[in-house]
């Protein structure tokens, strides 16, 4: 092999860098070559770095180059590297470019300079920050590392650029910097000139496109209009002319909810939530919003649609809380399943069943399932070492064990896997462990437990995953979780505990035990579905006609991933099982993360009180919506976005296209007669809205959502040019010219009612109602653009969809969710509760119970001594 490199050109930083993962492994020439020189030649420019391979190919991509010296040291490629240098390539390279040639080529400094690439810095510390690794794809270097540290290093090597309070960044580039081959390759490529050895290089290259007669800003900019073909042009004309005629019957509403053959069948779940734990906005967009947008989206394609959700009711948290509160656990599981289901109903989840995991059905299925687990030799039985608190007189389940992880030393690891190394752990092998309830280190016992024996049912998961994956729309980082686990091996996990609060195993000598959580809770779905029809089987036990979609965090892979499935296909029943797993990374909180117990976020059931609508939540979080990485909700951003994109953007093209039609044509939508660029612009709303079902058809929520404001973008465009409100008041041709504007705007802004629905259910029918859009248009979305109000239509009254967000409003959010929950009075609050046969006083956490009082108490304002003087 001979790799080709420049002095002055930056990709040569790091494939200089990466080439070390070669030696010893194949023979490698290096050479130097001129900028001008042409090594490859097959093309016409001079281009470097250039890898020739020994069988006469070439590698000219410094991501490829890099990647193959890394393939041949053995490394194997995974989802988050390749998400990291998908992001290097479409969002940091852009925005260095324009860095450096401000820098190097236009001699800019200061913010000039840091402003376009801050964004894209600020990402990346965050990345770090959050996963609390010292690199970027986990605890060892990885290509990612390389590729990013290679692009960075002549604008960073500066300390001027940077920024100090992005001290995870500041970290990792350090690390990497101080690593000898980097620093080989930084002084072949530098020279010791630092940045400005990059001047030869940068003027040979095309001005960066964003600094194309463009100043640098923030706000959203015009997206270029794509090319398009006369036919496209004519396609999508001929489509509109046949409007409402070209809509299809609405599907008769069915009760219950049954596949039909021959159709599109789509069984959509949202992970079980758990009763007790009121939903933050992180759980809410994580997998009940999210299953909603695409639960509506399949309803408009006329697709046969099931979704399902409810509370995971079962396990010694009930138990817990039930404790805490002075109620038994039913009690606990019916106020927190009403808890839950209000806060769905106020967000506008459209459920088709809401159940829960308390029923017989819950019962008769998980124990026919392992009764089948059981016959086939797929269940083992041994004793288990388990965590004792002698203090609370209980066995402790593993979310009620915490200590420092075996594995990597992070000190809040739970007793069943670690949130910072991602691996298993045994609770027993915590150390210095803790019970999470009253914080004394508990004790070890014996007992014995049943356990899934995973090891022999891992060739059964690995070719129903070899034969599900390729097509399927799982996400990146559901496909890595899972091949995290069978990289490492699976081993038997138990499926019992020692708690009374669950579903009984049905084996003799194990009538104390229930099964563990993790084994049953996943079952939930298919109960829930038999509390909802007595036909569930057809949709549970038919793979061949239904398309399974489960819709969760990340954290909750491995269950939908691997244990169900393993469990279902040593069940031998014909199962059903997922053919699309969406995971979403982790939405945080501004700065931090959420906490109710430090008052710290926003809740479900706080939500409702900030007097922001459920839709304004709703777009909000899917606009941030954590697909490939980590976000985070902030007031800010959320001020701006309603003011900019809903208020400025689609409010007021939809509002200005609805007040046209009534004030300068009475209500009724004029005749249209469609010049060549109104042709045109049919061509380009069709073209959006096709990309629209594109994603939506592989779950890409966020960016089709992108897609809508886009398409009020040029409906904006489209008024302010052609200036209705002017010609209206002109010649003959100027009012018909008003008259078609104003048309094709109206019926834009009925298709993008339409288009909103699976996101702004709420606003989607107040545009439907405002403009009196026909029923069968209000159901159904089709792929081409239709004229859906025609000429003569009647329109209802129109108004304002949105309301602006006023900075102080936001700031008084922030402060009362940042924990300004707590700031309240110290004074005792008294609430009278019905009677309760607890009568001993529980002082450790807010609530307490004294004979039919309940006292609840400020936690970080009140310690306990004062609490009990007080009493």
């Not at 964004?119 to 605890?139: K, N, Q, V």
């Not at 014909?574 to 430090?598: C, M, P, Q, W």
């Not at 009362?816 to 707590?822: A, E, I, Y």
Request: net charge negative.
């Amino acid at each position: 092999m001979r790799l080709f490199v420049s002095e002055g050109a930056p990709g040569s930083l790091p494939v200089l860098a990466a080439a070390r993962r070669a030696q010893g492994r194949a023979e490698l020439l290096i050479s130097t070559v001129g900028p001008e020189e042409c090594v490859v030649p097959f093309l016409t420019q001079p281009k470097v770095p250039v890898l020739q391979l020994d069988n006469g190919n070439y590698l000219f991509s410094t991501s490829a180059i890099c990647r193959y010296f890394f393939l041949l040291s053995g490394w194997e490629q995974d989802d988050l590297t390749n998400q990291w240098l998908e992001w290097e390539a479409t969002e940091l390279q852009p925005a260095l470019s324009a860095a450096l040639y401000y820098l190097v080529v236009q001699g800019k400094k200061g913010e000039d300079v840091l402003g376009p690439v801050r964004r894209a810095l600020t990402h990346i510390d965050h990345s770090l920050s959050r996963r609390s690794c010292p690199f970027l794809a986990g605890e060892t270097e990885s290509l990612a590392d390389i590729v990013l540290w290679g692009a960075l290093y002549p604008l960073l090597q500066d300390p001027a650029y940077l920024p100090e309070e992005l001290g995870a960044l500041h970290s990792w580039f350090q690390t990497v910097s101080s690593q000898e081959p980097c620093q080989r390759a930084a002084e072949t490529v530098l020279k010791q000139q630092g940045v400005l050895a990059l001047r030869p290089y940068l003027q040979k290259q095309p001005q960066p496109s964003s600094l194309q007669g463009r100043a640098v800003s923030n706000e959203p900019e015009e997206e270029e209009l794509a090319t398009l073909s006369e036919e496209e042009i004519a396609m999508a004309v001929t489509a509109w002319e046949k409007g409402l005629g070209n809509l299809p019957p609405l599907r008769p509403p069915q009760n219950p909810v049954l596949p039909v053959a021959g159709e599109r069948n789509v069984l959509i779940t949202s992970a079980l939530p758990y009763v007790n734990n009121v939903p933050h906005l992180g759980n809410i967009i994580g997998c009940v919003l999210s299953a909603d947008v695409f639960a509506r989206y399949s309803r408009l394609r006329q697709w046969n649609t099931l979704y399902l959700c409810g509370t995971d009711e079962y396990g010694t948290a009930t138990e817990t809380k039930a404790m805490e509160e002075g109620l038994t656990p039913q009690e606990i599981c019916d106020k927190y399943h009403a808890i839950h289901a209000d806060i769905y109903r106020w967000f506008n989840i459209s459920f088709d069943i809401f159940g829960r995991t308390t029923t017989p059905q819950q019962t008769k299925i998980t124990q026919d399932i392992f009764q089948r687990l059981f016959s086939r030799g797929f269940v083992l039985q041994d004793t288990v070492e388990q965590l004792r608190c002698e203090q609370c007189a209980r066995f402790l389940a593993d979310r009620f064990v915490e200590g420092v992880c075996p594995f990597c030393g992070y000190e809040e690891a739970r007793g069943d896997q670690c949130d910072k190394c991602g691996k298993l752990i045994n609770a027993t092998e915590l150390k210095k462990p803790q019970c999470k309830v009253c914080r004394s280190c508990p004790v070890v016992k014996s007992s014995q437990h049943l356990f899934l024996d995973l090891p022999k049912l891992e060739k059964r998961l690995e070719e129903w995953l070899e034969n599900t994956l390729p097509g399927s729309d799982w996400t990146p980082n559901a496909r890595f979780i899972i091949r995290s686990w069978l990289r490492d091996g699976l081993k038997p996990r138990c499926i019992t505990r020692d708690l009374k609060w669950g579903t009984p195993v049905p084996l003799e000598g194990f009538e104390d035990k229930v099964f563990y959580v993790w084994f049953d809770a996943t079952i939930g779905y298919l109960s829930i579905t038999a509390n909802y029809t007595d036909q569930w089987e057809r949709w549970w036990k038919n793979p061949e006609q239904v398309s399974l979609y489960q819709f969760m965090a990340k954290d909750n892979v491995p269950f939908h991933g691997l244990v169900f499935p393993c469990s279902a296909l040593g069940a031998e029943d014909n199962y059903t099982l997922v053919s699309h797993l969406i995971a979403t990374e982790y939405l945080n909180y501004e700065d931090g993360k959420f906490s109710k117990s430090r008052g710290v976020g926003v809740f479900g059931d706080m939500a409702q009180d900030t007097g922001i609508p459920a839709d304004i939540w709703r777009f909000y979080l899917l606009y941030i919506r954590p697909e490939g990485q980590d976000s985070a909700f902030s007031w800010t951003d959320m001020l701006l976005k309603n003011n900019s994109e809903l208020l400025n953007n689609l409010g007021n093209f939809i509002n200005r296209a609805g007040m046209f039609v009534s004030k300068f044509f009475g209500g009724y939508v004029p005749e249209m007669v469609l010049t060549s660029d109104d042709q045109r612009l049919l061509a380009h709303v069709t073209l959006e809205l096709q990309h629209y079902h594109q994603l939506l058809e592989k779950v890409r929520i966020r960016d089709a959502l992108r897609s809508i404001l886009t398409i009020s973008r040029h409906g904006n465009q489209y008024i302010q040019v052609n200036e209705p409100w002017k010609r209206i008041k002109g010649s003959e041709a100027d009012r018909q010219r008003a008259g078609t504007v104003t048309g094709l705007a109206v019926n834009i802004a009925a298709l993008l009612s339409v288009m909103l629905q699976p996101y702004m259910p709420t606003v989607s029918a107040t545009i439907q109602a405002q403009l009196q859009l026909p029923p069968p248009a209000c159901g159904i979305l089709l792929t081409n653009f239709l004229c859906t109000l025609p000429a003569g239509h009647l329109i209802g009254t129109v108004s304002p969809l949105f309301q602006k967000l006023e900075n102080d409003q936001i700031e008084s959010l922030r402060q009362r969710f940042g924990g300004g929950q707590l700031e309240e009075s110290l004074e005792l609050k008294v609430i009278t509760s019905p009677p309760r046969r607890y009568t001993k006083l529980e002082v450790g956490g807010r609530v307490m119970v004294a004979g039919d009082t309940l006292l609840l108490f400020p936690r970080q304002k009140c310690p306990p001594s004062q609490q009990l003087e007080r009493l």
